[in-house]
């Protein structure tokens, strides 16, 4: 089956589209084509410069699998995978099983996966610099690789939102529950200090000569970032 290359090439310009409001359900687009489903949905306004489109995939089991080959797209994905273990090769004939839940870090290089049966997948995906905001992690240790959301979130944050994920009753559902996450994650005082630490470091490196202002419109993921915090802590950054 080759479908799923397929939609995996379209799904950078389905994510910049314009949604599609359905029952005021932001579905961007459904792809629906023999036993395959594919959407994707726009991001919360308070998201949506960090998180450039969620997604789900549903496709039948089927006795026929061969592998999928996934190209680079430049983003970093959080991956849910509500179906039965897929499969990712690391050579021909060698491969691992994904963590069910993980993030799949920018891939330089293309490579094959293969569902094991009943695929079913929700997932995030992020801008690269937006994902940088939530992570202490440098983006690029976790390129090219899948790393368990407990090793970058920790156990306990991590059994609770997959917990809440795998129950939810929906997709709607399950795009609150992620972004109530995620939103929690920026009003973290580690997050919102390495926020506004990077962009002192910028006006220090500028000498004084640049504002806060202009340092947050070149970053828009930090712009936004510093102003979701500030609705909580009730800080007026309008002027910066």
Request: net charge positive; proline share 4%.
């Amino acid at each position: 089956m080759k479908l799923i290359l397929r939609i995996r090439k379209e799904t950078l310009l389905e994510c910049n589209r314009q949604a599609v409001n359905n029952d005021d359900f932001p579905t961007k687009r459904t792809i629906m084509e023999d036993n395959v489903k594919y959407q994707t949905f726009k991001a919360h306004t308070h998201l949506e410069s960090l998180v450039k489109c969620y997604w789900t995939l549903e496709v039948q089991a089927q006795e026929d699998y061969q592998k999928q080959l996934i190209i680079p797209d430049g983003c970093i994905e959080m991956i849910f995978i509500l179906g039965d273990d897929v499969k990712r090769y690391t050579s021909e004939d060698k491969f691992i099983i994904q963590p069910r839940e993980m993030v799949l870090g920018q891939i330089t290089e293309p490579f094959y996966i293969e569902p094991t049966g009943y695929v079913n997948s929700f997932a995030v995906r992020f801008y690269p610099y937006g994902f940088a905001n939530f992570v202490s992690v440098p983006i690029k240790k976790l390129a090219n690789k899948e790393t368990p959301l407990k090793s970058l979130f920790g156990v306990k944050s991590t059994k609770e939102l997959v917990q809440n994920i795998n129950t939810a009753a929906d997709t709607k559902k399950r795009i609150k529950i992620v972004e109530d996450f995620l939103l929690e994650k920026l009003k973290n005082k580690t997050t919102i200090d390495n926020i506004v630490k990077t962009t002192v470091d910028a006006m220090l490196l500028s000498k004084g000569s640049t504002s806060i202002g202009a340092i947050l419109k070149k970053d828009l993921s930090k712009r936004n970032s510093l102003l979701i915090p500030a609705v909580y802590m009730e800080v007026d950054l309008t002027n910066w």
